[in-house]
C-alpha cells in the first residue's frame, strides 16, 4: 500500500516536464489508472497461485467426505439406528471395499458422528476442490439422501441437515427433491411394488427427473443432463474413486433403462 502513489507522483512529474500544470494534472491521472494496475495484480497474485486439485486428491476427498457426513446424518436426530448402520454398511460393500479401506470407512463414519463435527467446514472444503464436478456433487448427494431414506422416512433433523448440505454444495432445493423423489421411486421397485403402487412408466419418469407431462425436448435434455452428470468414465476422470465406479455404472444403468421406457412410450427417436 506504501507504493500505491507512485504512478500518481511519476506521472505528474513528467507531465509538469513537458507542459507544465495542465501536463502535470493529465500525468497524475494516467498515473493513477497505472497504481489502480498494480493494485488489481498484486489482489490477483494469491489467487493465481492456487492450484487445480489432482483426481487423486479429489477421490480421496470424495470418499473422506462421503463417510463423514454419513456419519453425521445418521446421528442427526441423536440416535444411529441399526437399519442406517446396515445401509452404511451396504455402501461399503457395493464399493467392494477391502478390509483395509472397510475400517477407513468406519472411522470415517464413527468420527461424522460426534456432534461436534465441523460438518459445514467439511462440506465446504469438499465443494472448493470437487465443486466443479457435477458428477461427484449428484453422486455424494444421492448417497446421503439414500441413507436418510433407510428406516422409511426422513427425520425433520436429517431434512434440515440434508438442506445445508445441499446449500454449501450450491445445490438447490429443488434438485435436492429430484434426487429425493428418484431413490424413493428406486426403493419402490426393488420392494416389488404394485402397479397401484408406483408404475415402471411412473418409476422412469422420476428418475429421469421429469413429470409425465414434460414436453419431448425437456426429457431429453433431462436425460442427457443425467448422463453426463452420472457417466462413469467422466466421473473417474473428474475424481470419483475407482471403488465407487460400480455405483455410477448402476446409476447409469437406471437411467438409460428409464429413457428407454419413455421413449419408446412416447415414439420418441
Known sequence: MAMAWIGKVAGAL??????????AILGAIFGHQFDRGLAGRGAARPGARRRRSTPGERQQLFFETTFIVMGHLAKAD??????????ARDVMQRLQLGAADT???????????????PVD????????????????????????????LANGT???AQRELLARIADGLGVGRIDLLRIEALLRARRRGDAGGTQAEASALERAYATLGVEASAPDAEVKTAYRRLMNEH??????ARGLPESMR????????????????????????
Open 14 to 23: 513528467i507531465g509538469y516536464a513537458i507542459w507544465r500544470w495542465p501536463g
Open 78 to 87: 441423536g440416535r444411529v439406528s441399526e437399519v442406517e448402520i446396515a445401509a
Open 103 to 117: 475400517r477407513l470407512a468406519m472411522d470415517l463414519f464413527n468420527r461424522g458422528k460426534r456432534a461436534d463435527f
Open 121 to 148: 467446514d467439511q462440506v465446504a472444503r469438499f465443494r472448493r476442490h470437487c465443486g466443479s464436478e457435477p458428477q461427484l456433487v449428484y453422486l455424494f448427494l444421492e448417497i446421503q439422501v439414500d441413507l436418510a
Open 154 to 156: 426422513v427425520t425433520p
Open 231 to 236: 457417466h462413469p468414465d467422466k466421473a473417474a
Open 246 to 269: 460400480a455405483l455410477a455404472e448402476e446409476r447409469t444403468r437406471e437411467i438409460r433403462a428409464a429413457w428407454e421406457l419413455v421413449r419408446e412410450r412416447r415414439g420418441l427417436r
